[in-house]
């Protein structure tokens, strides 16, 4: 099928043009029912068996799978059913490219995008004050035209749920060609900038992993959902890059996270998680949905759940440190804990090793995400702080008695929006701009005798930046606590 022009009238006729280019519905009768009344129909369905959903202050965004109905449906429905209630004028739909190649997020330069249920009219107004505000966005055809390998669902599957809650409005279809931290960032930046009437509504539209066994999915998604859930979207960004966590559309998600925080957004609710194990698969490979709001509660930002670990954890953990860089050091292996360890360390959390030789510091390595249990992501720190440091030489076996181990178990990342919120002795900051990223731990002003603007500076250095990038617009600035412990020796 080719893209075609359609003599249907456009649902908003002042936005409409002589001649018409709508999209088609590419995918109705394969992804959802192509007869209006059975498609009308099925959502109706689908949302009656969605509870009413308890949710404290506006929806400014979503998170809605984008499978075939019979698939992700009953997760979508969890993420429409947060509409109820609610009206909007304009709705942004960002979605990831399944079938073309290209570097830019593109907003489609035509009239509308059809479905069964009618035409949806393209607000070419904002797509152009958008395309204005980024070079990284283009008002295009990529990744909208049906092509011969088929026509992108992404956005298409979204519409149907959207028309039956929210009747006419404008819609701003984006499809993002490049998945990189830098062009969610872009985006949502941009989204952020121009939404300023509280009627606008952005839709991340993801799947999450793709074709593993049914217990192994779950591990991964759950993963991906506690970070949205936490607001860690850089970690999400990090882990998606590198493919440790798997979502189709993690760049829409987290460049919908960044708009929507920016705007105003303070909680994150995970509405509802299963995969297509659960609604009409096999569990042999399954793919992940997930369904989620971002609000802007009166409760505000909910603290995190208090991590702690008893005194017997962080001994077991400093004692894995030590081993792991002796055995490294002596033995030239990786060192291999038991296979029992306590349901604490099990945990996965960012954290990490720094060494010191006689009071002074002789190597400090982590992981500022959850990437492997506690107790694994402390062994190879550890060894990583030993042997790796670049600024030092690596650790010689008769050093080995005059070091000291300190651990710090990282907090979820979140960005700072004011920076009198940083608290020195509390919060330890990881600065980025563009490919440059410094991070300080808490402890490290404290030692220093820092104040919060010398710290901001001192982390700008760490990242290689003027010591005042901090202030520029175009650094982002991430904030996190730890739990610090050590044998403290000197």
């Known amino acids: ?54 949710l404290d202050g506006p929806v400014l965004a979503l998170v809605a799978p984008h499978a075939g109905y019979v698939y992700s449906g009953p997760v ?47 607000d070419h107004a904002f797509a152009r004050r958008l395309e204005q505000a980024s070079s990284s966005i283009r008002i295009s055809s990529h990744g909208h035209a049906v092509t011969a390998q088929g026509g992108e669902h992404a956005i298409e599957v979204q519409l149907p749920w959207l028309q039956q809650m929210l009747g006419d409005f404008q819609l701003v279809p984006i499809v993002m060609g490049d998945h990189s931290f ?56 990090r882990n998606f890059e590198g493919r440790v966590w798997e979502a189709c559309g993690g760049a829409p998600i987290v ?53 702690s670990l008893s005194d017997a954890d962080k001994a077991d953990l400093l004692a894995l440190a030590r081993a792991s860089v002796e055995c490294a050091v002596r ?70 008695p005059e070091l000291d181990y300190e651990i710090s178990v990282l907090s979820p990342l979140r960005k700072v929006l004011d920076v009198e919120q940083i608290e020195v002795g509390v919060h330890g900051l990881l600065i980025k701009h563009g490919s440059r990223e410094g991070l300080l731990l808490p402890q490290v002003p404290v030692e220093q005798q820092w104040d919060r603007a010398t710290f901001l500076a001192h982390t700008c250095h760490k990242a290689g930046l003027d010591p005042a990038a901090w202030k520029d617009d175009t650094t982002d600035i991430f904030s996190f606590t730890a739990v610090v412990f050590g044998e403290a020796k000197y």
């Open 1 to 54: 099928m080719s893209e075609q022009t359609l003599s249907h009238p456009i649902s908003s006729p002042q936005n409409a043009v002589e001649p018409q280019k709508v999209r088609p519905a590419a995918v109705a009768g394969s992804f959802y029912p192509a007869d209006a009344k059975i498609l009308a129909a099925t959502i109706g369905r689908l949302l009656d068996n969605v509870p009413p959903l308890a």
């Open 76 to 122: 979508a429905a969890y993420a429409y059913a947060a509409l109820r209630g609610r009206t909007f004028q304009r709705v942004v739909v960002v979605a990831p490219s399944h079938y073309e190649s290209f570097s830019y997020a593109s907003i489609y330069d035509g009239d509308a995008y059809a479905t069964p249920l009618g035409n949806l009219a393209v």
């Open 182 to 237: 830098e062009a969610s960032r872009a985006l949502g930046v941009a989204l952020a900038a121009l939404i300023a009437d509280g009627q606008t509504l952005i839709v991340a539209s993801s799947d999450l992993s793709h074709y593993h066994p049914y217990d192994d999915a779950v591990r991964m998604d759950h993963k991906t959902m506690e970070a949205l859930a936490g607001w860690d979207y850089f970690s999400m960004a």
């Open 255 to 307: 460049a919908t996270m960044i708009a929507a925080e920016r705007l105003g957004a303070n909680r994150a609710e995970v509405l509802r998680y299963a995969n297509s194990g659960d609604t009409a698969g096999s569990h042999a490979k399954v793919v992940g949905y997930g369904a989620a709001a971002f609000l802007k509660s009166s409760c505000g930002d909910e603290e995190e759940k208090k991590f």
């Open 331 to 400: 033995e030239k292996q990786s060192y291999e804990p038991s296979a029992t360890v306590n349901a604490a360390l099990e945990q996965e959390r960012g954290a990490f090793v720094t060494l010191h030789k006689r009071g002074q510091l002789r190597g400090c390595i982590g992981f500022t995400s959850a990437r492997k249990p506690l107790y694994l992501t402390v062994r190879d720190t550890a060894l990583l702080a030993a042997l790796r440091d670049p600024r030092f030489t690596p650790v010689a076996e008769p050093e080995l």
